[in-house]
């Protein structure tokens, strides 16, 4: 069973940039799809990112295109979010999530594995 940790969070002034890791055990980390949600407050908990096991394939939502990248480094079980030109908007807590599939993990219900958060505040 695949744990998650995050790291990285912090706050941070609105356009500025701030890069997430997301640190995995044990070494079957690379058999996993990795994908970043987040959950503002009173808010709903959203997909951000999702990346594939190999890092060949990776989706991101509307509000984020063009301005997060997540990338993966497999040989140090870790997976990044690198976020620029933040925006107030962007402030939640970020959770790392997992599923041991070939394919993207996109939906909350298709969700194996939960890091605990790490939470971002971009101030205006």
């Known amino acids: 069973q695949v744990q998650l940790v995050e790291s990285g969070g912090g706050l941070v002034q609105a356009g500025g940039s701030l890069r997430l890791s997301c640190g995995g055990s044990?070494?079957?980390?690379?058999?996993?799809?990795i994908t970043w949600f987040r959950q503002a407050p009173e808010k709903e908990r959203e997909f951000v990112a999702a990346i594939s096991r190999d890092g060949s394939v990776n989706d991101y939502s509307d509000s984020v295109t063009g301005r997060f990248t997540i990338s993966r480094d497999n040989a140090r079980n870790t997976v990044y979010l690198r976020m620029d030109m933040t925006k107030p908007e962007d402030t939640a807590v970020y959770y790392c999530?997992?599923?041991?599939?070939?394919?993207?993990?996109?939906?909350?219900?298709?969700?194996?594995?939960w890091g605990r958060g790490t939470q971002v505040t971009v101030s205006s």
């Open positions: 044990p070494q079957t980390f690379r058999d996993y799809a």
């Open positions: 999530a997992a599923r041991r599939t070939p394919g993207l993990l996109v939906q909350l219900a298709a969700v194996h594995h």
